[in-house]
């Protein structure tokens, strides 16, 4: 760690239904992920392009928690990975499921597995998304000790990192958009020890250790955790800044260009170990997109039995979303920054 006080996320570490705006991409013969996310007036055939939902995020976010806790080694987690699966296999082009079974810092085995997905393959130059989607077993933080054994619902710390994603995914997918993106959705990041950070990130270290594909150097990483919650402030994080302040220079200028500057806070506030450090490690120069407030640290909801579907703002999901999907697209049109 360095000099500045490490918070682990450890710490956080750490996103409705399809409103129907025309969709140049998919014609008669869509796929199947197509079929909603079009229409046709008249004889017309508009192509305009489709923007990001915040209903479909929300969908995608509640689908997960309504599984349950997504904690390894249970049937919730088991369901969630096979739907989360059959989504990436919907709206990408290629699906790599890697199982492994990291053992915990409590000696736990665990049947963790990593989904990897990629988009327009044929593109060298790719950019990574990522999230964690596992939830974390026990709500340590909850200001009710007789609480702090129960399972977390994770809407905000998992489920929203993978819901936006998903719904870029099925945004590029209709777009049509040709850019080569990667999807990560990584295991086991929560069930950690404050202070250990290796007991963190398992999934993220098994990616970084067992790259599904040979070789496998994306342009740049940008990692999504705690996306969708109230009142957000997102605030740029130490390590990032360190490994890829172009990315994040991107990501906070588009931003404020989209009118959000007051909530994504342009200055460097903290540094968390979370997913993309094990990237780092790994030589992809990675970013972290999390909710952490000036002199407060995350949001309260952090950790608790409280971070459930009721403390989910679509809003933030609809401005987090929207800047990501615009950075990623603004490289299609204008090139790499
Ligand atoms: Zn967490």
């Given at each position: 760690m360095n000099s500045i006080s490490a918070i682990f996320k450890s710490a956080v570490h750490a996103l409705p239904f399809i409103s129907m705006i025309f969709a140049g991409g998919c014609g008669a013969h869509a796929s199947s992920g197509c079929e909603s996310d079009s229409a046709a007036v008249g004889e017309t055939t508009v192509a305009a392009a489709a923007t990001f939902s915040a209903d479909s995020a929300y969908q995608f976010l509640k689908t997960q928690v309504e599984f349950g806790a997504r904690v390894p080694n249970t049937p919730a987690h088991k369901a969630t990975a096979q739907w989360l699966e059959t989504k990436l296999r919907q709206y990408c082009d290629t699906v790599i499921v890697t199982p492994f079974k990291p053992l915990t810092f409590d000696n736990v085995r665990l049947d963790a597995r990593n989904l990897f997905a990629q988009i327009n393959p044929g593109i060298s130059d790719r950019t990574l998304l990522l999230a964690h989607w596992d939830s974390r077993p026990w709500a340590d933080k909850d200001p009710d000790p007789a609480m702090r054994d129960t399972p977390v619902d994770g809407a905000n710390d998992g489920a929203s990192g993978v819901a936006v994603i998903l719904e870029i995914a099925r945004l590029l997918r209709v777009n049509r958009d040709n850019v080569g993106v990667d999807i990560l959705f990584v295991d086991a990041e929560d069930w950690g020890s404050e202070g250990d950070d290796d007991s963190w990130a398992l999934g993220a270290q098994h990616f970084a250790q067992h790259p599904p594909l040979d070789g496998y150097a994306p342009r740049e990483a940008i990692l999504l955790d705690m996306?969708?919650?109230?009142n957000p402030v997102f605030t740029r994080e130490y390590f990032s800044q360190q490994s890829n302040p172009r990315l994040n220079q991107r990501i906070w200028r588009k931003a404020a260009e989209l009118g959000y500057a007051d909530i994504f806070v342009d200055r460097v506030e903290t540094a968390v170990t979370d997913d993309h450090v094990r990237l780092i490690e790994a030589g992809i120069p990675a970013v972290d997109i999390i909710e952490y407030h000036p002199g407060q640290g995350f949001n309260p909801t952090w950790h608790t039995t409280g971070d459930n579907l009721q403390n989910i703002d679509i809003n933030t999901l609809d401005i987090v979303g929207n800047v990501v999907y615009q950075v990623i697209t603004d490289r299609q049109s204008n090139g790499n920054k």
């Open positions: 996306v969708g919650g109230k």
